[in-house]
């Protein structure tokens, strides 16, 4: 089995500082690696994911991140963050496995809150 | 209709109560899946279905059941209410192998 772990649940800064928000996971087989943000009462939305190729991976609103196979990490960062920003952040693995039905292991979330 | 769409937006309904959630999407995704978002627990999967006609349970299965009659549908029944079923509901889609897309949520009140 899976699993995700987001190092932060909670990760205050101040506007224009970069971030970076942090993601482990574990499994036994090769993974797609993802992150989704919400906004306040919405749905997630895909922000960047990792498929294969190269291991930097850049997504929508000026984030990236990386995919670190040894450490199992994809760390997601942004150089300089908004006012805008401000939102719950989830990463997500899904198994390369097409018997799986793309089911993912979400993590529990990081909540980033920009500040003036 | 534009992606994945959810019925009704919000509800508080009386405990011992049959709800149905609905969710429709328009990508032809073959997998669909229901979640359950509660505050410190975060994305919690109750069933999902590989293509139509087939259904499997997820983390939390108990009290809820699904139906899979086509690609486009995949509805959420709550047989008989109960408080601790008081969560925001989540649809989603996929290819099977990319990213999910998320609809908008259903906030459900048990009382």
């Known amino acids: 089995a899976q699993s995700v772990t987001q190092l932060d649940s909670q990760v205050p800064v101040f506007e224009e500082a970069p971030v970076e928000l942090r993601c482990n996971y574990s499994?036994?087989?090769?993974?797609?690696l993802f992150w989704y943000v919400q906004y306040p009462n919405q749905g997630l939305q895909l922000l960047l994911k990792y498929l294969s190729g190269s291991t930097l991976v850049k997504g929508i609103n000026g984030f990236e991140a990386e995919f670190n196979k040894s450490q199992t990490s994809f760390h997601l960062r942004k150089p300089s963050v908004h006012i805008s920003d401000t939102a719950e952040y989830f990463c997500a693995v899904t198994l390369r496995d097409n018997t799986n039905a793309g089911k993912s292991t979400f993590g529990d979330g990081t909540t980033l809150t920009v500040k003036p | 209709i534009a992606g994945i769409t959810q019925a009704p937006t919000s509800q508080i309904l009386a405990a011992g109560r049959r709800m149905t959630l609905r969710c429709t999407q328009d990508m032809r995704h073959n997998a669909m899946y229901w979640y359950r978002q509660d505050l410190g627990l975060g994305l919690r999967l109750i069933h999902y279905s590989n293509t139509a006609g087939t259904t499997g349970k997820g983390e939390v299965p108990d009290g809820y059941s699904v139906s899979r009659a086509n690609t486009d549908d995949f509805p959420l029944t709550l047989a008989s209410a109960v408080p601790s079923q008081t969560s925001v509901y989540f649809c989603a889609s996929s290819d099977g192998v990319n990213e999910q897309f998320f609809g908008p949520g259903t906030r459900l009140t048990v009382l």
């Open positions: 499994s036994s087989v090769s993974v797609y």
